[in-house]
């Protein structure tokens, strides 16, 4: 069974907004904040899932690309 692995299913820019939204919870001051970024990492992670249910991965260039899998 495969491990789901966010990274391998966002873009660039996505990965350094996750990283960015991390380090924003760690230095959140209230509640309020820490939901806020917490909202765009599931969003993100959920944009990774979606990426991963669908089959396609992203590639070195930043195009997603059909994986093959095998049962």
């Not at 001051?29 to 969003?43: D, F, G, H, M, P």
């Not at 260039?61 to 049962?71: A, D, F, I, K, P």
């Amino acid at each position: 069974m495969n491990k789901f692995t966010p990274a391998l299913y966002l873009k660039e820019s996505e990965k350094e907004k996750l990283k960015e939204m991390k380090k924003k919870v760690k230095q959140a001051k209230t509640r309020k904040e820490v939901e806020a970024y917490e909202y765009i990492i599931a969003s993100l992670l959920k944009i990774a899932l979606h990426r991963y249910k669908a089959g396609k991965k992203i590639t070195e260039t930043g195009t997603e690309q059909e994986l093959v899998r095998s049962s």
